[in-house]
C-alpha cells in the first residue's frame, strides 16, 4: 500500500458505517439522552432571541419596514437549508453536524473549512448574543430597582465608531461575562440537565414574546409601514438592497438549525429525531419572527429603531406609557438570552469534540468526564475564548460575521445532498428525502445563500479571509498530519512494511 498524495488526502472521506459511534459510547463517549422535545427546543433557543431581541435595530434602520421582508428572505434561505439538513441528518447520525456530513461527502478538506466556519459562528455568535443580553439586564435593573450598570462596566473597549474602529481603554463590558460564567458552569453538570434547564427557558421565552405582542398591537399604527422600503441611500441601502443587507444581519439567527443537527450523536433515535426537530424548531421560529417584526414595526417608526438598546422594552414603555410591562419583558428577554447564549456554546463545544474525535484539532478537545458525560475541558476553554470576546469587543462587529460563517456552512450543506446521492450514501436507509430530487432545492438553497451573502460588508469579508487563512495553516501544520484517516493509512503502510 503506498501513501495518498496531496488531493488524494484532500478529499478524504470518512467512513458512515457508524464505527466511530461505536466506539464513543464503548469508552466514555457522549451519551444519547435527548428526545424530539429537547432537541426541538434545543433548537428554538439557539434561534429565537438573537433575531427578534437584538437585531431588529441593527437590521431596521437598513431595511426600513420592509425588515419583514428581510426576516421572510432568511427564513425561506433557512428552510431550504433545512431540507437539505434533514435527509442529511438520518443518513449520517453524528456529531458536529455540517462538518460531520462534509467530511463524509465531500472530503476531508472542505470539511475542516466547514468546521472553522462553525467555530467563528457559534463563538461569535454566543458573544454577540450575551453582549446583547446586558442591555435587557441594565433596563430590568433600571425599570425594578432605579439602578443601573455603571457605562464603564457595561461598555466595550473596541467600538465600531462612525469611522470606523475605535479603542476606549478602560472600558469593559462585565454582565456578558457573568453570563458566560453561568453558562459554562450549567453546560459541565451534563447535556441532560442543560437540555432541561434550556426547555423550561424557552417556554418563558415564547410566553414572553407573545405578552409583547398582545400589549404592543394596542399601539399598531399602519402609518408606520410608508414608506415601506428604506428611501435613504446614502448608505446604499435604499430599496431591495437594504433588505438583502437586513437579510444578512438577521440570518444567523437561524443557526438553531445547525445547533440541532450537532447534538446528532446524543439524541435518542436520531434518524427520525433529528429531520423533525429540525423542521419542527424552524418551523415555530419563523412564525414567531414574522410575528414580532410585524407588531414592533407597527408600534414604532423605522427611525427609531437605530441605536435603541432593549428595543422590545422601549417599544412597550411607550405603548403603553407604563414601565411594568417594560419590565415584564426585559426580565423574559435577560432569561431568555442566557438560552441562546447557552445553547450556541453547547453547539461550539460539540463541534469542537467532533473535529477533535478525527484527529484534526489537539485530543483535549475530545476528552469527556466520566462523571458528567459532556467534555469539561472543552467546554471551560470555549467559555473563555467567549467570555474575552463579549467583554471587550462591540457587538456591531459580530452580526454579519456570524452570518458569513453560517452561509457558508449551509453552502456546503446544500452540496452534500446531491454528493451523497450520488456516492450512494445511507442508500440502504428508509427516511426523509429532499423532495423533486437531489439537484433542485440544494441548488435553491446555494442560489439563496449567496444573494444573501453579496450584499455583507467589505469588512466582514477581510475578517473572514484572515480567519480562513488562519484555519488554512492550522490544517496544513497540524490536522492533515494527525487526522486520524491519515494516521490508519500509515498505519497499515507500517504493517505491510513489517511483513515484508
Not at 419596514?65 to 443518513?91: D, H, K, N, Q
Not at 446521492?421 to 441548488?443: L, M, S
Request: with cysteine.
Amino acid at each position: 500500500m503506498r501513501l495518498l498524495t496531496l488531493a488524494q488526502r484532500l478529499i478524504r472521506t470518512k467512513p458512515t458505517d457508524g464505527s466511530d459511534a461505536q466506539h464513543e459510547h464503548s469508552s466514555g463517549g457522549l451519551q444519547r439522552t435527548l428526545g424530539l422535545f429537547s432537541l426541538s427546543m434545543i433548537g428554538v433557543g439557539a434561534t429565537i432571541g438573537t433575531g427578534i431581541f437584538f437585531t431588529l435595530a441593527e437590521a431596521v434602520p437598513k431595511a426600513g419596514p420592509a425588515v419583514i421582508l428581510a426576516f421572510l428572505m432568511a427564513a425561506v434561505t433557512a428552510g431550504l437549508t433545512a431540507l437539505c439538513y434533514a435527509e442529511l441528518s438520518f443518513r449520517i447520525p453524528a456529531a458536529g453536524s455540517s462538518y460531520s456530513y462534509a467530511y463524509a461527502t465531500v472530503g476531508e478538506f472542505l470539511a475542516f473549512v466547514v468546521a472553522a466556519c462553525l467555530l467563528l459562528e457559534y463563538g461569535l455568535a454566543a458573544s454577540a448574543t450575551s453582549i446583547g443580553w446586558s442591555a435587557y439586564l441594565n433596563n430590568f435593573l433600571t425599570n425594578a430597582f432605579g439602578w443601573s450598570i455603571p457605562e464603564v462596566l457595561r461598555s466595550p473597549m473596541i467600538v465600531a465608531g462612525v469611522n470606523g474602529m475605535e479603542i476606549h481603554p478602560g472600558n469593559f463590558n462585565l454582565p456578558p461575562i457573568i453570563l458566560i460564567a453561568m453558562c459554562g458552569a450549567l453546560l459541565v453538570r451534563g447535556a441532560q440537565e442543560s437540555s432541561t434547564a434550556n426547555a423550561v427557558m424557552v417556554l418563558i421565552k415564547l410566553a414572553i414574546l407573545v405578552f409583547f405582542c398582545v400589549v404592543a398591537v394596542s399601539g399598531f399604527h399602519i402609518e408606520n409601514f410608508t414608506p415601506f422600503f428604506n428611501a435613504d441611500n446614502a448608505k446604499g441601502m435604499a430599496g431591495m438592497a437594504g433588505v438583502t443587507s437586513a437579510a444578512g444581519t438577521v440570518f444567523f439567527s437561524f443557526i438553531g438549525i445547525d445547533t440541532v443537527a450537532t447534538a446528532g450523536e446524543e439524541v435518542r433515535d436520531p434518524k427520525r429525531n433529528v429531520p423533525r426537530g429540525i423542521l419542527l424548531a424552524l418551523g415555530i421560529v419563523t412564525v414567531f419572527y414574522l410575528l414580532v417584526a410585524v407588531i414592533a414595526v407597527g408600534a414604532q417608526p423605522a427611525a427609531l429603531f437605530e441605536g435603541q438598546e432593549a428595543g422590545l422594552s422601549v417599544i412597550l414603555q411607550n405603548v403603553t406609557g407604563k414601565t411594568w410591562p417594560a419590565l415584564v419583558l426585559s426580565a423574559g428577554a435577560v432569561i431568555s438570552v442566557f438560552s441562546v447564549t447557552l445553547v450556541t456554546i453547547y453547539g461550539q463545544t460539540r463541534i469542537l469534540y467532533a473535529i477533535s474525535r478525527d484527529g484534526l484539532v489537539p485530543a483535549l478537545f475530545q476528552s469527556v468526564s466520566i462523571k458528567s458525560g459532556v467534555p469539561v475541558t472543552n467546554t471551560v476553554i470555549v467559555c473563555l475564548a467567549v467570555a474575552l470576546v463579549a467583554g471587550f469587543v462591540d457587538a456591531g462587529f459580530l452580526w454579519d460575521m456570524v452570518s458569513m460563517g453560517t452561509l457558508f456552512a449551509f453552502i456546503v450543506v446544500s452540496v452534500a445532498v446531491p454528493v451523497m446521492r450520488h456516492k450512494g450514501i445511507g442508500a440502504d436507509v428508509t427516511g426523509f428525502r429532499v423532495p423533486f430530487g437531489p439537484y433542485i432545492v440544494p441548488g435553491l438553497s446555494i442560489i439563496a445563500c449567496l444573494y444573501i451573502m453579496k450584499d455583507l460588508s467589505a469588512m466582514t469579508y477581510r475578517v473572514f479571509l484572515i480567519w480562513m487563512a488562519i484555519a488554512l495553516v492550522c490544517y496544513f501544520f497540524y490536522g492533515m498530519r494527525h487526522s486520524r484517516l491519515a494516521l490508519a493509512v500509515v498505519s497499515k503502510v507500517a504493517k505491510r512494511a513489517a511483513v515484508l
